[in-house]
């Protein structure tokens, strides 16, 4: 994620929800910043990594992580939901159709399908054989995105 990105999500967040802003306790230690939070909630999402990974180099204890976690989920959409959440209408479309027919050669084509194999790590026993490939040691899950090159998904 560049920077820039990064830094304006803290921002938003830091300034709409008392969460987000740093504090200081009754014997004047400061409390865990906004990066700090945004962080642990960014890398649990990006990397699936459990909440109590980031004890060590945060200093960010499970039940803050997943807090942090939590709060991040709420506050990004209702920050950024209506204008990056948003199903496409009529002029978004048509402008995606035109778009793609002209960076592609594709006409009707509305973005590209990437997948993804996702390993489900508490799958169910009934569920294995259903949800295992053979290039695939163990059970994943699919995700699929439609992606269009503004990223829109």
């Known amino acids: ?3 820039d990105l ?3 999500i803290v921002n938003r967040l830091e300034s709409h929800y008392p969460y987000f ?3 200081v306790d009754a014997i004047k230690k400061k409390g865990l ?3 700090q939070k945004c962080v642990a ?3 649990q999402l990006a990397y699936g990594t459990p909440p ?7 200093r960010v204890a499970e039940s803050t992580a997943i807090e942090c976690l939590n709060f991040f989920c709420q506050g990004v959409i209702q920050i950024f939901g209506k ?6 209408n009529a ?4 402008r995606l159709l035109q778009m793609h027919e002209q960076r592609h050669g594709f006409p009707g084509m509305l973005g590209s399908l990437d997948c993804m194999h996702w390993e489900w790590k508490n799958c169910p026993v009934a569920w294995k054989g259903q949800f295992t490939r053979g290039d695939h040691g163990s059970p994943t899950i699919i995700l699929e995105a439609v992606a269009s090159v503004d990223l829109w998904i």
Request: proline share 6%; glycine share 0%; aromatic share 12%.
């Open 52 to 58: 109590d990974h980031y004890d060590e180099y945060l």
């Open 21 to 23: 802003q740093q504090r």
């Open 83 to 88: 204008q990056y959440m948003r199903k496409p």
């Open 41 to 43: 909630a960014i890398r």
């Open 91 to 94: 002029t978004d479309i048509q």
């Open 33 to 35: 910043s906004p990066i």
């Open 1 to 3: 994620m560049q920077r």
């Open 6 to 8: 990064f830094l304006r």
